[in-house]
Every structure is written in C-alpha cells, then in structure tokens.
C-alpha cells in the first residue's frame, strides 16, 4: 500500500477519506434486509455516537451473504474496522469487522 497500510481513525464523519482502511465507533440509525429472492447482505446506516445520534452525517456497514447480524438493530452502539469506499456517494464499508459495545445508563 502506498500509505503504509495506515488505518484512519474516524473521530468526525464529516472528514471521511475517500477511501483506505479505517476504523471508527457510533451507533446503528437503520438496518435494512433484503428479500429472500435477492442475495443476502444486511445493511446498516451508522452515525457518529453524540449526544444527538441520528442528525448529521453517517456511512453505511454492509454484510455481504448474511441474512441477518445477531445483536444488531436500531440503536445500538459498535466498533467497527475495514475498508471504506464510497458507493453511490455513500461511504460504505463492506463485510466490516465489527464489536457490538454495552449500553450506557
């Protein structure tokens, strides 16, 4: 890799790279899951985890072949790591690495 193989910490989704290994925290705003006649993948749309999560800017975490992530819905809060690029003009980060965090009190 030309940059080292550096993965960028996300701390403000609205400084995205336009593509390269990073890393990063929020919380799930969306899911979304495809009928059983389309192949599998799971899709979550992901904000930044402020006080106000869901407003602003956010990037997309797709599962290719899954029909579904175990723990995984609306509202909850996870790390995630892998290669981002942007489709359609959507940050997306396919088959993404991923730790789903505790619920604060």
Do not use: C, K
């Amino acid at each position: 890799m030309a940059d080292g193989g550096r993965v960028t910490v996300l701390e403000d989704f609205r400084s995205l790279p336009q593509r390269g290994p990073v890393s990063g925290h929020g919380i799930v705003r969306s899911i979304t899951y495809v009928p059983v006649t389309e192949p599998p993948r799971v899709s979550a749309v992901v904000a930044e985890d402020t006080d106000r999560p869901g407003l602003g800017p956010a990037l997309s975490l797709i599962w290719l072949g899954r029909r579904r992530v175990s723990g995984l819905g609306a509202g909850t809060r996870l790390r995630f790591a892998g290669m981002l690029a942007h489709y359609n003009g959507v940050p997306t980060i396919y088959n993404p690495r991923y730790e789903i965090l505790a619920q604060e009190d």
